[in-house]
């Protein structure tokens, strides 16, 4: 039972270049998001998605786009990448229905240089 | 929006002595929750309370959750070491969407 994965760990983008951040559970979990964590600012929801087909927006999602095609799969994709979207990005996941508890992933550190 | 506001934002004491994060919004909650976070790794949960006035105890752990659920507070009695990391709130106000705060974090020297 390996939880939340995410793949990859690292990446390094240059500006403009566009990459899709991989996000499983096996949880068999209904609600999936895609949160980022810069210093000082805790976590920012970007997009989340309440079951497979469905996506939602967040606080932060300019520049993001996700996609749930498989209940157990979440991509998180940056079209053309700014230095502003340096981060490390989480994702996580919970069961629908009570306090929602989320379980989250190891992380990914972005930087676009 | 609905904002928390975490304090403090760092915090740094000697092994043995005790501490109280607070998190306060002027919104209203369905739970908060409580998290830590190590180097590297995503968050870990390590509480909910869901009623206002909800005290709970987690070993040397007290979260208490305020009685207009519009905030909370984590205290730790006898800090060690191992207490060392980043303590996220989160409010759960909507259908899974959560709201954190800032994060506190603890360093705890031996």
């Known amino acids: 039972n390996a939880g939340v994965t995410q793949t990859p760990k690292f990446r390094v983008l240059k500006t403009g270049q566009s990459m899709t951040l991989l996000c499983a559970q096996d949880?068999?979990?209904?609600?999936m998001y895609w949160y980022r964590q810069d210093p000082g600012m805790g976590l920012r929801l970007i997009h989340y998605s309440v079951g497979e087909g469905t996506t939602a927006k967040g606080e932060v999602p300019d520049g993001y786009n996700v996609s749930r095609l498989k209940k157990q799969n979440f991509l998180l994709g940056l079209e053309s990448a700014a230095p502003s979207q340096t981060s490390v990005y989480f994702c996580a996941s919970s069961r629908a229905g009570g306090s929602y508890e989320q379980y989250f992933g190891p992380g990914t550190r972005l930087t676009v240089t | 929006t609905q904002l928390l506001e975490q304090s403090p934002q760092f915090l740094s004491i000697q092994e043995g002595e005790n501490l109280t994060v607070y998190c306060n919004s002027s919104s209203v909650f369905s739970s908060l929750q409580w998290y830590r976070q190590e180097p590297g790794e995503g968050p870990v949960l390590l509480v909910t309370v869901v009623t206002g006035g909800e005290v709970k105890k987690l070993k040397r752990l007290t979260f208490q959750f305020g009685d207009a659920r519009k905030d909370s507070s984590l205290h730790i009695t006898a800090a060690q070491p191992g207490d060392t990391g980043l303590y996220l709130c989160?409010?759960?106000?909507?259908?899974?969407?959560?709201?954190f705060g800032q994060g506190t974090i603890l360093t705890v020297h031996p």
């Open positions: 949880m068999n979990h209904e609600y």
């Open positions: 989160a409010g759960e106000a909507q259908y899974g969407k959560l709201t």
